[in-house]
Structure formats: structure tokens, C-alpha cells
């Protein structure tokens, strides 16, 4: 089984699932166990200040929690493009110089190694065979992911945004209207 960690699971237009419709996840652990993700198109209205003080100055904008996903939703993950390693700094590569750090550190401390950050609250997860279920019955699309997707500031357009730029037909759908039976 190949697996499709550090790629985007984009939801193809029939996903009807309203967890997932029109998202794009990045995949942060794919193995025969399961699979681990965060929807990266989900802003809330919630300020990264209000869930973790200190580190909305280094949040991209839009600067509010996003919503990873509907498991776990009351924990919080970072992503964050970082310009350095420093000692202090647990950095979980995914994408390029974007990874997850630790939502539970001290921003202070490892402020010389965050260059912008982005929260997500909750994630999406998939138990044994479950992804590669939902791959084979065609709900997603299994593309590259660049590091600019992960923090993304236009996230209402990531979508159309990762689907354009695939190779061949694929990029039609990214002219589909939100729902496809008025197609």
C-alpha cells in the first residue's frame, strides 16, 4: 500500500458528505493503521488569540482557528513555516518548510524559528482500509501538495485553487458548480 502521507486528498464534486464537501486535506500520516489529516479550506470565525494567546502574531491571515475536521474537535494543532530549527522548536516536517509544531509550548521560546503559523482545531482521521475505501469508490482526488497550500490566505478558494492546476481533464472540475445537479 503506498502511502499518501504529505499529499492532498481533495474532495472530488460528488462528495456529498457535508464534513467534506469541496475540501482539501493534507494528509500528515497514511499506514496500514489508518490515516491522519487537516482540512486546510475551513476557516471558523474564532481569533488564534482566544484559543492560544501569543501566537496570533504569527498567524497568516485569515488569523482565526480553522477547522481540521470533525474528530477531536476540542484539540489544536500548528502548522507553521518555519525559518530555522532551533533547539526548542519540535518540528514535525509535512510539506516543504511547513510542519506541525507544539500547540501546548511557550510561543516566546520559539519565536526566532516561526516565520507564520495557522491553527487547527480537530482533525480528519480514517481507520484501517477505510481511505482506500473511499479512494476506490472515487470520493477523492490524490494530488502533490505545495508548502504555500498548507497555509493558504484565500482558503475559500483552495479548492479550485489545487484542482486547476492538475494535469489534463481533471482541471475541468474546478469550473463545476458548488452543486453539481444544477450542472
Known amino acids: 500500500m503506498p502511502s499518501h502521507r504529505g499529499r492532498l486528498l481533495v474532495a472530488g464534486p ?9 475540501t482539501v486535506t493534507v494528509l500528515v500520516d497514511h499506514n496500514r493503521s489508518g490515516a491522519l489529516g487537516f482540512v486546510l479550506n475551513r476557516p471558523t470565525e474564532v481569533p488564534v ?22 474528530v ?21 516536517p509535512v510539506v516543504g518548510g511547513v510542519g506541525m509544531i507544539d500547540a501546548a ?26 481511505l ?3 479512494l476506490d469508490e472515487g470520493s477523492w482526488l490524490v494530488v502533490d ?19 486547476r492546476r492538475q494535469p489534463g481533464p481533471v482541471s475541468i472540475l474546478a469550473r463545476a458548480p458548488d452543486d453539481v445537479s444544477l450542472n
Open 14 to 22: 460528488l462528495l456529498d458528505d457535508p464534513n467534506f464537501s469541496r
Open 49 to 70: 488569540d482566544a484559543v492560544a494567546p501569543g501566537w496570533g502574531r504569527w498567524a497568516c491571515a485569515p488569523t482565526v482557528v480553522f477547522s481540521g475536521g470533525p
Open 72 to 92: 477531536a474537535p476540542d484539540s489544536a494543532v500548528l502548522f507553521a513555516e518555519v525559518s530555522e530549527h532551533p533547539p526548542a522548536l519540535r518540528f514535525t
Open 105 to 130: 509550548a511557550d510561543p516566546d521560546t520559539l519565536a526566532a524559528g516561526v516565520a507564520r503559523l495557522r491553527m487547527f482545531a480537530g482533525c480528519a482521521s480514517w481507520g484501517p482500509g477505510q
Open 132 to 134: 482506500e475505501a473511499e
Open 145 to 163: 501538495a505545495e508548502p504555500a497550500d498548507l497555509l493558504d490566505p484565500d482558503s475559500g478558494e483552495l479548492w479550485r485553487k489545487v484542482i
